[in-house]
C-alpha cells in the first residue's frame, strides 16, 4: 500500500496531538485546516489559544518531519512578515505569513495561474506543496505554505550551512539569508517567540529630558537632518536595550562616537549614539532584553576615536526599518513615549 505523503503527515500529527479529552479538536487544530485568507471554521472555534505558542507548535512539528530547526522556519516566517509589511504586500490573516506570488507558487511558464493541482505545479517547476494532505497546493494554505518553503530550505541538506545556502539560491540576497539567521538566534537563543515586549532606553525613575526632534538640522560633517530623538541625561545614567534582539553592530563611529547597534526580530534596527562606554562582556551577536543595561550616558563622537564633550550628555536614539534591500530611518518618538508609559505603568502596578 503506498505510504501517505510526507507533508500530509504534518496535518495527521498537528490533529492526533489537538484531540481533546472529549474527543473534539481544539481551537488551535481547527485553525491549521482554515484558508488564512477567510478564516473559515466548520464551527466555532472553542477557545482562542496565543498565536505565538499556536505558531511555535506548528514549527516544531514541521521541524520533527522536515529536520528543520524550529529557530529557522519561525525565522523564515517571521522574515517574510516583515517584507509584507516593509513592501506592503498582501497579508494573510493564518499562523504563518511567508509569501509566494502566483506565478512562483504554481510556475512561471504554467498557463493556468490559478492552478492548485500539485502534480502540475510540480511539471512546471512551481514552488507549491500539498502540506494539508487533502490533494490541493494552496498558497492560503498555511501547511502547504510551510511545506512549499521546507522543501526549498532543504534542497541542498539542511545542517545550518545547507540552509543558508539554499536560502541565498532562493532569495538571490545575502541581507535576507543574514536576517533570517539574526532572527533563528534569537528564538533559539530564548527558546520562544514571544519577544515582542519593548523598555525605555533609560531607568524611567533616573533624571532625564527629551522632546521630538526629529528631522532637526544638523551641521557637523556636512549639513544634515536629524535621525533620531536626543534624551538629556547625567554621564554614567544606564542605557539599556529596548527589545529582545541581537547585538548587530559595537563600535566606534565618527558621528555617534561609542555607539551600539541592535535588530529586532520585526526588522527594526535600535540605534544609540554617543555612549560613555559598554556593559562588560557585550559583544557582536549576543543576544539581549527589554530593560538590560547595554551602555552608558556620554558625549562621545563628532571626530576621531575618543573624542568627547563636544555637545551636553544625552543618549541620541534612533530607528531604522529594513526592506531587504536598504534601511531608512522613522521618527523614533511615538515608540519612546509609548514604552516610556508602559515602564511607568509597570513601577505603579
Not at 11 to 28: C, D, F, P
Not at 143 to 168: F, H, P, T, Y
Not at 194 to 203: M, S, T
Not at 259 to 286: P, T
Request: aromatic share 12%; glycine share 10%.
Amino acid at each position: 500500500m503506498k505510504s501517505r505523503p510526507f507533508w500530509s503527515r504534518v496535518l495527521v500529527i498537528s490533529l492526533l496531538l489537538s484531540v481533546t479529552e472529549s474527543g473534539t479538536l481544539s481551537g488551535s487544530a481547527a485553525s491549521h485546516a482554515v484558508t488564512s485568507d477567510q478564516l473559515v471554521v466548520p464551527a466555532p472555534p472553542k477557545v482562542t489559544t496565543n498565536l505565538n505558542a499556536e505558531r511555535k507548535e506548528l514549527f516544531e512539528k514541521a521541524s520533527i518531519l522536515s529536520g528543520i530547526p524550529w529557530a529557522y522556519l519561525a525565522a523564515v516566517d517571521q522574515y517574510e512578515r516583515t517584507m509584507n509589511i516593509a513592501k506592503k504586500r498582501p497579508v494573510h490573516q493564518g499562523i504563518t505569513s511567508i509569501y509566494f506570488p502566483e506565478s512562483d507558487w504554481v510556475g512561471l511558464l504554467n498557463p493556468d495561474q490559478l492552478d492548485t493541482n500539485p502534480r502540475s505545479i510540480s511539471f512546471f517547476h512551481g514552488f507549491g506543496r500539498d502540506g494539508s494532505g487533502d490533494g490541493v497546493a494552496d498558497r492560503n494554505n498555511d501547511l502547504d505554505v510551510l511545506a512549499a518553503m521546507a522543501s526549498i530550505m532543504s534542497k541542498k541538506g539542511n545542517r545550518e550551512g545547507n540552509l543558508q545556502i539554499n536560502l541565498w539560491n532562493y532569495y538571490q540576497n545575502s541581507r535576507s539569508v543574514e536576517r533570517i539567521k539574526q532572527f533563528a538566534t534569537i528564538y533559539a537563543t530564548l527558546g520562544t517567540l514571544e519577544v515582542g515586549e519593548h523598555a525605555f532606553p533609560l531607568p524611567v525613575t533616573s533624571d532625564y529630558s527629551y522632546r521630538s526632534t526629529w528631522g532637526d538640522s544638523r551641521g557637523w560633517g556636512g549639513h544634515r537632518s536629524h535621525e533620531g530623538t536626543d534624551l538629556f541625561a547625567n554621564y554614567g545614567v544606564p542605557v539599556r536595550s529596548t527589545c529582545f534582539g541581537i547585538v548587530e553592530v559595537k563600535g566606534w563611529n565618527p558621528y555617534g562616537g561609542w555607539r551600539i547597534g541592535i535588530r529586532d526580530v520585526n526588522n527594526i534596527y535600535h540605534y544609540y549614539a554617543h555612549l560613555s562606554g559598554y556593559q562588560k562582556g557585550i559583544k557582536e551577536n549576543d543576544i539581549v532584553k527589554p530593560g538590560q543595561t547595554i551602555g552608558w550616558v556620554g558625549s562621545s563622537g563628532y571626530g576621531k576615536q575618543g573624542t568627547s564633550g563636544k555637545f551636553p550628555p544625552h543618549l541620541h536614539f534612533g530607528l531604522y526599518r529594513d526592506n531587504g534591500l536598504t534601511e531608512w530611518s522613522f521618527d523614533p518618538y511615538p515608540s519612546l513615549r509609548k514604552w516610556e508609559r508602559e515602564d511607568l505603568n509597570k513601577r505603579h502596578k
